[in-house]
């Protein structure tokens, strides 16, 4: 018991200890919440409720058109309680359980409606300022977010001696317009650990450490860079940054949470886009329309199916019996998944109305709902619904299936054969011209009947063998047509036909011709690489900073619209994105470009009032410390402890493809205990690994270009407790423990250096020492095997490094 708390006690003050608590409030909205309002809280309340309570009517003196009436409420109070529901009227009225309190009057709201009321009152019963009672924010098509970017002159600057790149004179000139001078540079050590987990996800080995820490080239800083860029940890680890805006999972999520068993190859696919440093306006294209793009190569040709599960793995209502709304329904969340994850805009609005803040017209919306609903993702919308798959077949998987062909042919003809000479043999023995029976084989002889038995079981047998030719989750084009505008969103309820066409605002001086011929994707996806474009290239410079610095230049990375909020350094933003592209479109000297810059570079130490002054960073005048994603946490520890697995690629599923992943028991039987990367296991969606969750892994089922980071006390009792963490911590001390000619202290240096990249202090080695002694000290009347008790309590030891910020935040 006693060790249990003093274990407990210390890995608390660990996980909290040195970095403030990050606060998750917030008072205004968050672009996401507004977004959830428009499309679905608003057109609800517009349809059903603002007839009878809105500016013509207000029954019962209610009306519920804006956030003001909403908490004066009617005649019987108040109609929402910010974040309490269960004491919002509103909530009683629609789930409609009162006798005297039901609303609508006229049939009820579906069950997902009213569970979007009590989220959204839930979240603050945010009503945007913009909506209310009619009243329009001003839609402006000249908003810096629709102007294609312009290269803008590099600012002079005073301290001339600071930049290492271009790139730094925008930061500096900020700096110094506030009086502000950056901070000094990052040590060495720090550095290399820093870029080390930026570019790969992993910790810097010693070795690699030490092989930097000698090299007093002025380059060697640009040669770590582009050895980490050649890594193929490198992919993995920005292939996942891009899986959270494409919201990959490996299970379909919401009613029908079934297997999207072949979801891994465009996992896989994406991996390698970032290991080759695929041109990122080819990957869009790919991702968008790879089925339509001409090839005679069949490798390349799966490889363009496999890009194009970026339109099909989102979550589908798969037992939605209305199939007209299944279909639109799918098709919102490909426009929604499209606009946020390439563009930064929200386009979902506009299923019901004219979007509220930007200048997209609910045309617009309908225009591109036209091509995706000329894409086939589906094959059937019966319930269960089934989505459509491509066949990507491997030169093996065809070589396997024409001698599997060929075994059934001659199976087959094994049959036949007998079957032919056994028939001729009761032909020819009918002399006296007898009828037969229409089954000759019943009249054959008892071997010949035995041989035919044996003969059909084994093509029986053969034919459950046949190999499973390999598919991916990918679309098609499919009968092509224009859609009709859906009054409200309303599939039953339709208005004038909409051509297909690309949001006007985005769209270049010409109008760009959609035939009838295909869907219009590949024509869509053109039209986002021209590099008059003004949002393609901003948007992903602008993640590639944020996933670099922690925050973007524009820091709601997923709305560049008029709800986002404006950049932090817009002529820094143009100047990468003109470079980017420039530069073909390359990822890969982005990063270069970024790091190599003295703002890359800087240490996290600055002055006080420094910070006083610029308390969020948002001059980048240091550099911010950031926690280590979930995936980097658990792949650490897996890397010190000597087990991580770097084999790539491939599926861990343990349930086979459309597969449900809960039985009756309700229990998800998915298995987390390989050792490989954090990437390859299994994406549950509603069920994410529990590790995950804590450590604010984000929604599979929507795009995320910014996860959060909290700091909450569940995850200081998660390292405590975790079988993993332990496990991880055990497998750490006996790799300490294999040398046995290597003293205490030289433990704990060797401790340090894998856990923190640095060298330890004769301070740090006496705790140490004093902890694992004590420890053993504790262990001694439960365990009376010495050896045993020492391992222990080196796990102890090798579990309290782990827990400590310093491992997983970096500096």
């Known amino acids: 018991m006693g060790r249990r708390w003093l274990l407990t006690l210390i890995l608390v003050v660990c996980w909290f200890h040195c970095y403030p608590v990050l606060s998750t409030a917030a008072e205004a909205p968050t672009a996401e919440q507004l977004q959830f309002f428009e499309t679905s809280i608003r057109p609800v309340l517009v349809e059903h409720c603002q007839k009878c309570h809105g500016e013509a009517k207000q029954w019962g003196s209610l009306r519920l058109d804006s956030a003001k009436a909403l908490l004066e409420g009617g005649d019987s109070g108040a109609a929402v309680v910010p974040g309490q529901p269960e004491k919002s009227l509103l909530i009683r009225a629609i789930r409609q359980q009162d006798e005297d309190l039901k609303m609508p009057p006229k049939g009820k709201l579906s069950d997902k409606q009213v569970a979007d009321f009590i989220l959204w009152i839930k979240q603050g019963a945010h009503y945007p300022v913009a909506a209310e009672a009619g009243k329009v924010r001003s839609r402006d098509p000249n908003h810096w977010t629709f102007k294609t970017p312009v290269d803008p002159p590099v600012p002079a600057i005073r301290d001339t001696a600071w930049p290492k790149s271009v790139l730094d004179h925008f930061i500096l000139a900020k700096l110094e317009a506030e009086k502000l001078a950056p901070a000094k540079p990052a040590d060495k050590r720090a550095l290399i650990r820093r870029a080390t987990f930026d570019l790969t996800g992993l910790p810097a080995t010693p070795e690699e450490i030490e092989k930097f820490l000698a090299d007093n080239d002025p380059d060697a800083f640009a040669k770590l860079v582009d050895r980490l860029l050649a890594s193929a940890a490198y992919g993995e680890r920005w292939g996942r940054h891009w899986l959270d805006v494409a919201r990959y999972a490996d299970s379909n999520g919401l009613d029908e949470n079934v297997a999207q068993g072949n979801a891994w190859r465009y996992r896989d696919y994406v991996v390698a886009a970032f290991n080759n440093d695929k041109p990122y306006d080819q990957f869009l294209v790919e991702q968008i329309a790879g089925d339509l793009l001409p090839t005679d190569d069949a490798a390349v040709r799966n490889e363009r199916l496999i890009a194009t599960g970026f339109l099909a793995i989102g979550p589908k209502v798969l037992a939605e019996v209305d199939e007209s709304k299944m279909q639109m329904d799918i098709v919102d969340e490909q426009i929604d998944t499209l606009g946020r994850a390439i563009l930064g805009m929200t386009f979902g609005c506009a299923r019901c109305h004219d979007h509220k803040f930007d200048p997209i017209q609910t045309a617009d919306y309908y225009g591109l709902a036209g091509i995706f609903k000329s894409t086939r993702t589906m094959d059937s919308f019966k319930k269960v619904a089934k989505w459509h798959e491509n066949p990507v077949p491997t030169p093996e998987a065809l070589a396997q299936k024409a001698a599997f062909d060929a075994q059934l042919a001659a199976a087959k003809s094994a049959i036949q054969k007998l079957t032919d000479a056994a028939d001729t043999k009761v032909k020819e023995a009918n002399s006296k011209g007898e009828k037969l029976p229409e089954k000759l084989e019943t009249i054959y002889p008892e071997e010949t009947k035995v041989e035919l038995k044996r003969l059909r079981d084994e093509l029986a047998k053969l034919e459950k063998s046949a190999p499973e030719m390999p598919s991916a989750m990918s679309v098609m084009d499919d009968t092509v047509a224009d859609v009709a505008i859906h009054i409200r969103g309303n599939p039953l309820k339709l208005g004038e036909v909409v051509a297909r066409h690309i949001p006007t605002v985005l769209e270049g001086p010409t109008a760009r011709e959609f035939t009838t011929n295909s869907s219009g994707r590949l024509e869509l996806a053109q039209s986002l690489i021209e590099k008059r474009h003004p949002l393609t290239s901003r948007v992903l410079v602008n993640r ?50 970024i790091m190599l810059s003295s703002t890359y570079q800087l240490g996290s130490h600055v002055d006080p009032a420094v910070v006083e002054r610029d308390p969020e960073n948002l001059l980048y005048g240091r550099t911010s410390i950031q926690r280590l994603d ?41 298995d987390y205990s390989s050792p490989r990367r954090s990437i390859y296991l299994p994406v549950v969606r509603n069920n994410v690994y529990d590790l995950f969750q804590l450590l604010d892994y984000p929604d599979a089922a929507i795009p995320t270009g910014d996860r959060t980071t909290t700091t909450v006390a569940p995850q200081a009792l998660l390292m405590m407790n975790s079988e993993f963490v332990a496990k991880a911590s055990s497998d750490l001390a006996a790799r300490l423990l294999a040398q046995p000619q290597n003293a205490d202290g030289k433990r704990i240096e060797e401790l340090y250096l894998l856990a923190y990249g640095r060298v330890v202090t004769p301070e740090e080695i006496e705790q140490s020492k004093s902890f694992v002694a004590e420890i053993e000290k504790a262990l001694q009347p439960s365990d009376p095997d010495p050896a045993n008790r020492h391992k222990r309590a080196w796990a102890s030891l090798c579990q309290v490094v782990l827990a400590a910020n310093e491992f997983i935040y970096l500096q």
């Open 544 to 593: 590639i900073w944020r996933w670099h610095f922690g925050k973007g230049l524009v820091r709601t990375t997923d709305n560049f619209g008029l709800l986002g909020e404006p950049a932090t350094h817009p002529e820094l933003l143009d100047w990468l994105a003109i470079r980017f592209m420039e530069q073909g479109w390359s990822i890969k000297k982005l990063h270069r470009l």
């Open 630 to 670: 979930a995936e980097e946490i658990r792949d650490a520890m897996l890397a010190v402890s000597g087990r991580l697995d770097r084999t790539l690629g491939g599926s861990l599923l343990n349930v086979k493809n459309r597969a449900y992943f809960f039985d009756h028991t309700s229990k998800d039987l998915t």
